[in-house]
T-cell receptor, first 113, second 117 residues
């Protein structure tokens, strides 16, 4: 157990739907990062939050959004889902910035049918 | 912007043989460098990291990596591979000097390691 908790572990949903992925960072970590992992794109950085504020944005689609709450847990919202959104979504956390390395959760596998 | 290249998509080694996985990075200064391992259906686990100092760093599970500035490389090595080492390995680069945010890690495309018994 890495200390980073992601729920749910698996999610199957239909095209056009909206889902929310949840991440609880390791105790004491202030930064949360979201990554998407797919066979064709590899590990793609989506977005980072630090202590409730957005700090960096990567290849995140406009249909996707995220936030970090006062208790430091984070949610990634995916809407108007398409088949191509099927992927593993990882959350990672770190104490401050990512320079010290991340601790990853076990991921949420999203399947859009 | 930083980038990472892992030139080998797949590598197969025999159990007990030595292993070297290649990683080349692009960054304007000395970066922070990492190796992660991912087993099927699992998240990524940190094997080792380099920030500064001794260019040979030791990690978990008997892995080590050497930072070579002149070659912009950070290759991962293990003297004797075990069947349980079969997994996907990712090299990552981060930019030092930034705290609190904006300091994402950039990952390579990964190297899939197969171990033959």
């Amino acid at each position: 157990d890495s200390g980073v908790t992601q729920t749910p572990k698996h999610l199957i949903t239909a095209t056009g739907q909206r889902v929310t992925l949840r991440c609880s960072p390791r105790s004491g970590d202030l930064s949360v990062y979201w990554y998407q992992q797919s066979l064709d794109q590899g590990l793609q950085f989506l977005i980072q939050y630090y202590n409730g504020e957005e700090r960096a944005k990567g290849n995140i689609l406009e249909r996707f959004s995220a936030q970090q709450f006062p208790d430091l847990h984070s949610e990634l919202n995916l809407s108007s889902l398409e088949l191509g959104d099927s992927a593993l979504y990882f959350c990672a956390s770190s104490v401050t910035g990512g320079a010290s390395g991340y601790t990853f959760g076990s991921g949420t596998r999203l399947t859009v049918v | 912007a930083q980038s990472v290249t892992q030139p080998d998509i797949h590598i197969t080694v025999s159990e007990g043989a030595s292993l070297e996985l290649r990683c080349n990075y692009s960054y304007g200064a000395t970066p922070y460098l990492f190796w992660y391992v991912q087993s099927p259906g699992q998240g990524l686990q940190l094997l080792l990291k380099y920030f500064s100092g001794d260019t040979l760093v030791q990690g978990i599970k008997g892995f080590e990596a050497e930072f070579k500035r002149s070659q912009s490389s950070f290759n991962l090595r293990k003297p004797s591979v075990h069947w349980s080492d079969a997994a996907e390995y990712f090299c990552a680069v981060g930019a030092p000097g930034l705290t609190g945010g904006g300091n994402k890690l950039t990952f390579g495309t990964g190297t899939q390691l197969k171990v033959e018994l």
